[in-house]
């Protein structure tokens, strides 16, 4: 090697060592200590300023919003309803504490002494959110809660870092067991539930606070995976996943001294119950939820703080006799219907009420075939009349009046009227002379007689001898409703309006003895900050005993044998009456036993409610009046919903019977004097179609001096028993000859 190459090696070694000096100068274990340092205290910084600019916000909307929870007097529940989530928030005392302790143990064993973060989770966190692995790592109860009430589920960095920052703030302001309400309350369970208490429903079918260690602990290991977790809808991989879970919860609870091994040996793997749908406002639910809302109106529950959610409502319904009065709509009624394919089966519409008649609560309601289908409520609607249901009235208002006669005689179930068709009123300004069914005359007929088969003629008379005032005033004190009501003769074939509800409590008045019975349907309405206690309604007496009991008398008859047979059963003792409107547009059966009172009615609606039409036709049954249909649903409903019957029986006292004028003597009686024919004396050609509207404006010559027949010789055969299509007076066709009613 010549001298120049040696100095340009050793130029070369000089240049390499210079250079490997200065790296090893540029990263010393000082420098590198310090720059540690130094990224560290700028994120501390950086920490801390962020600590000092992110604020607790308020919750968001998602995580306040409740259901509210309709609930049938058994607990079960009725309906949901509210904004489109299934929550109800419960406090955290409500749920037993090995549940609070199973979610302790499966989500974060360190909760009670942790300060509310888990910093090695949230940088996992942030690590696989900065790497596209979604919203993975573990977190702390308080972070969890913090994620569902003041924050979203979005998978980004900067939510993550609010979260870390938020956490460590609520974990001072706030206790353990707050931020462990929060978090169950705001959890999501799958099967669309909210919360635990919506969670303990889908799952178990139980309350929160009814819920064991076992079911539980398999809700606190349903938050890892809601959807893959649920055994019902879980592959296989999914239930071995899910029951390791439960397993390590209570391995967990064990190690934390929250349970014993004897006692987590003796558990078993807690399978919940299969999905049912979410409660809604189909079929009848949605009748009795409207109910309630009315109600709820009326004792300060406004829409708007229901809008809010959290109320959990419970009603008077029986389920079990719901369930009965919907089956016998359905199998008395509805299955005989042809909707799609007849046009007047197209129109019939069934309403029902059924009330405790010692208590006014609502224990069943039929609003429609279906609410979603059907909006107005059938059960409550006022627009149709009660007809011929309204004539126990006006004889509760006789006998409560203590009126008379024409001719002077106390008016009771044994008075003799003239039971002649369109016989004209006497003592009326306004003048009515009303048709009976089917144009029928009977003579002189008791007033039992006449409410047995509804004879028209007779209550005619008996409103104009009580006065139509006295009688609208003792309807309306029994509950009848002041709806198109006016003070003339011809409102005695319920010519107003009155609902299902109106009705019940009008018989349910009379069955509890004359002492005012209102209908309600609300029991309870509790809120986490407010409890509504149903107003009790009052109970006073407005109409006698005697006067009732007497009613009631007259009206088991009208079972026993009048045109109210088909609920005649000797399985229970009642008392009712039929009714059929002008041409037909609703049908009623009115009824009550001791322990029940309960009015069913169809009204025939066209137009979309519009219009009121005739149910003439109905099933191709001919006439549809209450003696049928109706009729039929009651009897049903009514053996079901006593269970198969009762040996309750009317206590009745001081039933008024009433004068029958006594027979002149013989002297007095003209040689001549006409005897009265055995048989009611029908018209010689009865019309096929009568008209609409009972006619005020007599059609005949002047009339008789009396409201009684002539008592020169007094009736002495037997009164005619009841006859097919007697189910009440009102004008209409005739019986369409099919053997069905009356039967």
């Not at 904004?83 to 109800?88: A, E, P, S």
């Amino acid at each position: 090697m010549g001298r120049a190459d040696a100095r340009r090696a050793q130029a070369q070694d000089s240049r390499r060592a210079a250079k490997s000096g200065g790296i090893r100068g540029l990263f010393t274990w000082k420098k590198l200590l310090g720059t540690f340092f130094g990224i560290v205290l700028l994120g501390m910084g950086a920490f801390g300023a962020l600590y000092l600019y992110v604020d607790v916000p308020a919750a968001n909307a998602m995580a306040e919003r409740q259901s509210n929870v309709y609930k049938y007097s058994d607990g079960t529940v009725l309906a949901r309803t509210g904004k489109g989530v299934n929550r109800q928030i419960v406090d955290l005392d409500e749920v037993p504490k090995n549940v609070q302790h199973a979610f302790v143990a499966a989500e974060n064993k360190t909760f009670y002494k942790d300060q509310g973060v888990d910093l090695k989770g949230t940088t996992r966190g942030l690590l696989n959110t900065l790497s596209g692995k979604g919203k993975q790592g573990g977190s702390t109860i308080t972070q969890q809660y913090v994620k569902n009430f003041y924050l979203t589920q979005d998978p980004t960095v900067s939510r993550k870092l609010k979260e870390l920052v938020i956490s460590l703030k609520v974990d001072q302001k706030k206790s353990k067991d707050e931020i462990l309400a929060g978090y169950i309350n705001t959890a999501y369970y799958g099967r669309g539930a909210s919360g635990i208490q919506a969670a303990a429903q889908a799952y178990y079918g139980v309350d929160a606070k009814d819920l064991d260690v076992a079911q539980g602990a398999y809700l606190a290991s349903l938050l890892q995976a809601p959807s893959q977790y649920d055994w019902n809808s879980a592959t296989d991989t999914g239930k071995r996943l899910v029951k390791e879970r439960w397993a390590y919860t209570l391995r967990n609870m064990v190690e934390m001294d929250w349970l014993t091994e004897s006692e987590r040996a003796k558990l078993k793997f807690a399978y919940p119950q299969k999905p049912k749908p979410a409660a809604g406002m189909e079929g009848q639910a949605g009748y009795l939820v409207e109910a309630a809302n009315k109600e709820l109106d009326k004792q300060g529950v406004t829409g708007e703080d229901r809008e809010a959610g959290g109320w959990t409502f419970t009603l008077t319904v029986d389920k079990k006799r719901q369930q009965a009065l919907e089956k016998s709509v359905d199998d008395q009624l509805e299955s005989k219907l042809d909707r799609e394919g007849n046009k007047i089966d197209a129109t019939v519409q069934a309403g029902a009420t059924s009330v405790d008649p010692k208590t006014g609560e609502v224990v069943a309601l039929y609003g429609g075939e279906d609410y979603i289908k059907h909006y107005i409520s059938n059960a409550t609607r006022q627009d149709y009349q009660p007809a011929s249901t309204f004539k126990p009235l006006v004889l509760a208002s006789a006998l409560e009046n203590e009126s008379k006669t024409q001719d002077g005689s106390l008016i009771g179930l044994n008075t003799i009227y003239d039971g002649t068709s369109k016989r004209p009123v006497v003592g009326s300004d306004t003048p009515f002379a009303p048709q009976n069914q089917d144009d029928r005359s009977y003579g002189p007929v008791s007033v039992q007689k006449a409410l047995n088969s509804s004879v028209n003629s007779v209550f005619a008379q008996m409103i104009v001898d009580v006065t139509p005032a006295a009688v609208k005033e003792t309807a309306l004190a029994l509950g009848v409703p002041d709806k198109n009501f006016p003070e003339r003769p011809a409102v005695t074939l319920g010519t107003m309006n009155a609902s299902t509800w109106d009705m019940a409590g009008v018989y349910a008045t009379l069955d509890n003895h004359g002492r005012k019975v209102t209908p309600h349907i609300l029991q309870s309405a509790e809120h986490r900050d407010r409890t509504v206690n149903a107003e009790k309604p009052k109970r006073e007496q407005v109409i006698s005993r005697a006067s009732a009991d007497t009613v009631t008398k007259g009206l088991t008859g009208v079972v026993d044998a009048g045109s109210g047979g088909a609920a005649n059963s000797p399985a229970y003792d009642a008392a009712a009456k039929t009714g059929t409107s002008e041409d037909n547009k609703s049908a009623w059966f009115a009824g009550y036993t001791p322990e029940l009172a309960t009015v069913v009615a169809l009204f025939g609606e066209g137009d979309g409610g519009r219009k009121q039409v005739s149910l003439t036709g109905t099933a191709n049954s001919g006439r549809a009046s209450g003696s049928g249909f109706p009729a039929r649903i009651w009897a049903d409903y009514t053996l079901g919903a006593l269970g198969g019957g009762s040996d309750k029986t009317f206590d009745l006292q001081d039933v008024e019977r009433g004068e029958v004028p006594a027979p002149p003597t013989p002297s007095d009686t003209p040689s001549e004097d006409p005897t009265p024919s055995e048989d009611p004396t029908p018209s010689d050609t009865p019309s096929e179609t009568a008209s609409e509207t009972p006619s005020e404006t007599p059609t005949t010559p002047a009339p008789p001096t009396s409201s009684s027949p002539p008592v020169t010789q007094p009736p002495t055969s037997p009164e005619i028993p009841p006859q097919p299509g007697e189910d009440d007076g009102q004008p209409g066709e005739r019986p369409g000859g099919d053997g069905l009613l009356g039967q």
